[in-house]
Nanobody, 114 residues
């Protein structure tokens, strides 16, 4: 099983980042996918989800700022994050949606700070 997020980093408020997730082909092809995040001291939360036919949903806190997409040919999930805020600081993970197992791959740290 491969669910490896990348692309995080340190960015100033108002800046942008693009996250990518490499997923195992069998998992990616058969499932809706989601981006999740966990901030220090908080529970993990769903940020955005996308179905196999690319229907999307977003948490209210990121609507209009984040865009989730998927490349079914490359088994890649992406999250374009614009107008970043300090409260977006978290470790970001990709996984199937909804999550029906205990496996979480490597996340990527996003820090929004001046």
């Amino acid at each position: 099983v491969q669910l490896q997020a990348s692309g995080g980093g340190l960015v100033q408020p108002g800046g942008s980042l693009r996250l990518s997730c490499a997923a195992s082909g069998s998992i990616f092809r058969l499932n809706a996918m989601g981006w999740y995040r966990q901030a220090p001291g908080k529970q993990r939360e769903l940020v955005a989800s996308i179905t196999k036919d690319r229907s999307t949903n977003y948490a209210d806190s990121v609507k209009g700022r984040f865009t989730i997409s998927r490349d079914n040919a490359k088994n890649t999930l992406s999250l374009q994050m614009n107008s970043l805020k300090a409260e977006d600081t978290a470790v970001y993970y990709c996984n199937v949606y909804p999550v029906a197992w205990a496996y979480w791959g490597q996340g990527t740290q996003v820090t929004v700070s001046s």
